[in-house]
């Protein structure tokens, strides 16, 4: 019978080739995301106050949302913004 030994070789400190590209593709897929997503809130600017109001967002919001931090999540903030929203004006709160 033959025994065969198997060895794991991790380096550390000495990414390989693939765990670079990994790593490069995770950023590029990261900031196209982000671009993507600022492009989209970019397009509700076209719809007027009413349309706005209907999703729950001001355009204040989109506003805050586009000159945020590149890399902080704009979607995230906007969806915030509108639960909050929407939370004051079924509590009887509700601030125009």
């Known amino acids: 019978m033959r025994t065969t030994e198997h060895a794991l070789d991790l380096i550390a400190g000495k990414p390989t080739l693939v765990s670079r590209a990994a790593g490069i593709v ?3 897929t990261a900031v196209w995301r ?6 989209q ?3 509700l600017h076209d719809l007027d106050d009413r349309q706005l109001l209907d999703m729950g967002l001001k355009r204040q919001d989109l506003n805050e949302a586009l000159t945020s931090a590149f890399f902080e999540d704009a979607s ?3 969806t915030r913004a509108s639960r909050n929203r929407a ?4 509590r009887g709160t509700r601030h125009d």
């Open 41 to 43: 809130i970019a397009r």
């Open 87 to 90: 939370n004051l004006y079924y």
């Open 26 to 28: 995770g950023v590029l």
């Open 34 to 39: 982000q671009y993507r997503s600022r492009c």
């Open 76 to 78: 995230s903030y906007l």
